[in-house]
């Protein structure tokens, strides 16, 4: 199985800036996704980071407030911008290994919004 | 799009006894039923999957039934131990391979 990275893994920010998040996996990966996780909620769906293109975004996600990049098929970033309290999550990078057809999850970052 | 349910909610079980947590969902194209098991400060760990051309998946004290006719999918665990209080997630996937995720089931094992 894939084993994921990411940094930072926790994290408290003021109102107002941005935090970016990144996500190692050591394999080359087709897909690899960003999820958001609320205080004792379920896991949604932000955006699907493209290698070489932009990402895909859900309804309810936005470009400007989740810019993603994904250089290579090993490494990918999520920034949370001009956060605001509603921010506060937990932040899930997960690829998907197409030839297990499997999908894993980092180990989160967690974000408070002061 | 998809939307997969998940009861229940809470379940509390006996050290030693059956843990049985039951989804639904809603697109027919579904074809990947996977399960994470979440602990405290982690990210979801995944446990076990089954995909839809299999009834029936097992893994030591884990297993995953699926019925594609009704459209769910159960998680059962047996012999449980103090270490699978945890809270799990169902989810399902099309071919998009996007995962839509139930709300989860906190699982507390009395010792």
């Known amino acids: 199985s894939a084993v994921i990275s990411q940094k930072p893994s926790r994290d408290i920010c003021q109102r107002g800036t941005s935090l970016t998040i990144q996500c190692q996996v050591d394999?080359?990966?087709?897909?690899m996704f960003w999820y958001r996780q609320q205080p004792g909620q379920s896991l949604t769906l932000i955006a699907t980071?493209?290698?070489?293109?932009?990402?895909?975004?859900e309804s309810g996600f936005v470009i400007d407030k989740f810019p993603i990049s994904r250089p290579n098929l090993t490494f990918s970033t999520l920034t949370v911008s001009n956060m605001s309290p509603e921010d506060s999550s937990i932040y899930l990078c997960?690829?998907?290994?197409?030839?297990?057809?499997?999908?894993?999850f980092g180990p989160g970052t967690r974000l408070l919004v002061l | 799009g998809e939307n997969v349910e998940q009861h229940p909610s809470t379940l509390s079980v006996q050290e030693g006894d059956s843990a049985v947590i039951k989804c639904t969902y809603s697109?027919?194209?579904?074809?990947?039923f996977p399960w994470y098991k979440q602990e405290l400060g982690k990210g979801p760990q995944l446990i076990i999957d089954?995909?839809?051309?299999?009834g029936e998946k097992k893994d030591q004290r884990i297993a995953v039934t699926l019925n594609k006719t009704a459209k769910h999918f159960s998680l059962h665990i047996t012999e449980t131990q103090p270490e699978d209080s945890a809270v799990y997630f169902c989810?399902?996937?099309?071919?998009?391979?996007?995962?839509?995720f139930g709300a989860g089931t906190t699982v507390t094992v009395r010792a």
């Open positions: 394999s080359q990966v087709t897909m």
């Open positions: 089954i995909r839809s051309n299999v």
């Open positions: 997960s690829v998907d290994d197409l030839t297990q057809e499997t999908q894993y």
């Open positions: 980071a493209n290698q070489g293109s932009e990402a895909t975004y």
């Open positions: 989810a399902a996937r099309a071919n998009d391979y996007k995962l839509s």
């Open positions: 697109d027919s194209a579904s074809n990947y």
